[in-house]
C-alpha cells in the first residue's frame, strides 16, 4: 500500500497568472483608476456639513447623522438619482443636466397612469449608484445634475399643458442644462421638440423608439398620446424627412399614421429590420436620417418598444419588441455618435408595473444616454472630446 501522507502535498502546477478578464471587462477596470474621487469627496464633505457627523458609535466618520448623497440607497428624497433638488429653476443653468417631469397623461386612450410616470422612475433610481462599470463612467465625477421637480400640468386641458410643458423645457435648454424629460404619455412628444425648436436657427431631427407610429393628426376628435409626430413635424424647422421611427410593429399601429408618414416621407425601421440588419447598422441609418442637415436632434424613448415581458406597466403593451441588451445597445451608439438636444422617456405607467421592472429601464435608458454622451465628449457641453 502506497503512503498516504498526512498533510496534502503542494501543488506542483503552473504558477498562478493574474485575472483572465474579458476584453470589455479588462478596460473596464483599467479605467476606473482613472476616474478620481473629487466628487465622491465633495458629496461626503456636504453630508457631514449639513447633515451633521454620525454618533459616536458609528466607526465610518463619513457617514452623516441625516442621510445625505448616495448612500443608503433606500433612505433620502427620491429626485433622480439623488440630485439636488433645484427649487429656484433659474438656476438650472449651474448643472450640466436638469431633470423634469411631466406627469401627464390627459393623452392616453386606453390604460391611464402614466402622471405617475416621474415619481416611479425617481423612486427606482435610488437604486443606481453613479457609476458604470461597462461603459467607463461615473457620473458623479464628470458632471453636475439636478432635477427641477415637476411642470405644472393641468389634467383637465391637454393644449394648456403642452403651453406648460414647452415653456419648461425651453427654458431648461436655453439655460445650456441638458434636459431629461420624465413623462408622462407620449403626447408630450410634441410640446418637448417644440420647446427646443423654439430654440434653433437651423433644423431639429427626431429619433423615436417606439412600437406604435404616433403620426396621426388626431385620435377621438384631439392631440393625445398617438398624434405628436404629425404636430411635431408641422413646426416650421423640424422636417417630418428627419424623423427617424425605430421598432414600430405589431397590431397597434393606426393606419391614419401610417398614411401621414408615407405622405411626409418619414422613415420607419421595425425590430426585425433592425436585427437583421445589426444593431450598429440600423443605428447608423438612424443617426443618417435624423441629423441630415439638422442643428440638434431630440431622442424620445417610449418604453413600448421593448418587449411586453419586459414592460409591463405601459398603457399599450406590445408582444415582439426590443430586448433590452439590443435596445440599450441602440441607446450607447446614438448617444455616443454625436451630441444630443436632449431626451425624453415616456409611457411608464407605475398602477401596472410588476416590481418596478418598466420604471427601472426607463432609468436605466437615461443613465446609458447620459453615461455615453459623456464618455464620447459632448457632457459637458463644449468639452472637447
Known amino acids: 500500500m502506497p503512503f498516504a501522507p498526512s498533510h496534502p502535498v503542494p501543488h506542483e502546477g503552473p504558477p498562478r497568472r493574474g485575472p483572465r478578464h474579458g476584453p470589455e471587462a479588462a478596460r473596464a477596470v483599467e479605467i476606473e483608476r482613472t476616474l478620481g474621487h473629487a466628487g465622491r469627496d465633495a458629496e461626503i464633505a456636504r453630508g457631514l456639513e449639513m447633515g451633521?457627523?454620525?454618533?459616536?458609535?458609528?466607526?465610518?466618520r463619513t457617514i452623516p447623522t441625516f442621510s445625505r448623497g448616495e448612500l443608503p440607497h433606500f433612505a433620502g428624497i427620491p429626485t433622480f438619482m439623488k440630485a439636488p433638488f433645484v427649487e429656484d429653476v433659474r438656476r438650472c443653468g449651474e448643472y450640466d443636466v436638469a431633470i423634469v417631469g411631466a406627469p401627464f397623461d390627459g393623452g392616453t386612450t386606453y390604460r391611464p397612469g402614466t402622471r405617475f410616470g416621474p415619481k416611479g422612475i425617481r423612486d427606482i433610481s435610488l437604486l443606481?449608484?453613479?457609476?458604470?462599470?461597462?461603459?467607463?463612467?461615473?457620473?458623479?465625477?464628470?458632471?453636475?445634475?439636478c432635477d427641477v421637480g415637476d411642470v405644472f400640468t393641468i389634467p383637465a386641458n391637454i393644449e394648456k399643458t403642452f403651453d406648460?410643458?414647452?415653456?419648461?423645457?425651453?427654458?431648461?435648454?436655453a439655460s445650456g442644462a441638458f434636459p431629461v424629460v420624465l413623462g408622462g404619455d407620449h403626447s408630450i412628444g410634441y410640446p418637448t421638440s417644440r420647446g427646443v425648436a423654439e430654440n434653433l436657427d437651423g433644423k431639429l431631427g427626431i429619433i423615436h423608439f417606439d412600437r406604435h407610429v404616433d403620426t396621426q393628426e388626431t385620435d377621438l376628435d384631439e392631440r393625445m398620446h398617438t398624434t405628436p409626430w404629425f404636430h411635431a413635424t408641422d413646426l416650421p424647422n423640424v422636417p417630418p424627412e428627419n424623423l427617424v421611427q425605430i421598432g414600430i410593429g405589431g397590431w397597434q399601429a393606426p393606419r391614419p399614421g401610417v398614411e401621414v408618414g408615407r405622405d411626409r416621407g418619414t422613415t420607419i425601421m421595425?425590430?426585425?429590420d433592425c436585427v437583421e440588419m445589426g444593431i450598429e447598422a440600423a443605428a447608423e441609418r438612424a443617426l443618417e436620417v435624423a441629423w441630415d442637415g439638422?442643428?440638434?436632434?431630440?431622442?424620445?424613448?417610449?418604453?413600448?418598444?421593448l418587449d411586453a415581458a419586459f414592460v409591463p406597466g405601459t398603457g399599450w403593451p406590445e408582444p415582439g419588441g426590443f430586448l433590452p441588451?439590443?435596445?440599450?445597445?441602440?441607446?450607447?451608439?446614438?448617444?455616443?455618435?454625436?451630441?444630443l438636444a436632449g431626451i425624453e422617456i415616456v409611457e411608464c405607467s407605475p398602477p401596472y408595473d410588476n416590481a418596478e421592472i418598466t420604471a427601472l429601464i426607463a432609468c436605466r435608458v437615461i443613465c446609458d444616454t447620459l453615461g455615453c454622451l459623456v464618455r464620447s465628449g459632448h457632457l459637458p457641453k463644449g468639452r472637447v472630446s
Open 52 to 60: 451633521l457627523p454620525g454618533a459616536d458609535s458609528i466607526v465610518d
Open 128 to 145: 443606481y449608484g453613479p457609476y458604470s462599470f461597462e461603459l467607463g463612467v461615473d457620473l458623479r465625477e464628470s458632471i453636475t445634475m
Open 164 to 173: 406648460q410643458i414647452t415653456k419648461a423645457v425651453s427654458h431648461v435648454y
Open 270 to 272: 421595425t425590430v426585425t
Open 294 to 305: 439638422a442643428d440638434a436632434v431630440w431622442l424620445s424613448f417610449d418604453v413600448d418598444c
Open 325 to 339: 441588451r439590443e435596445v440599450l445597445k441602440f441607446i450607447q451608439l446614438i448617444a455616443d455618435a454625436r451630441p
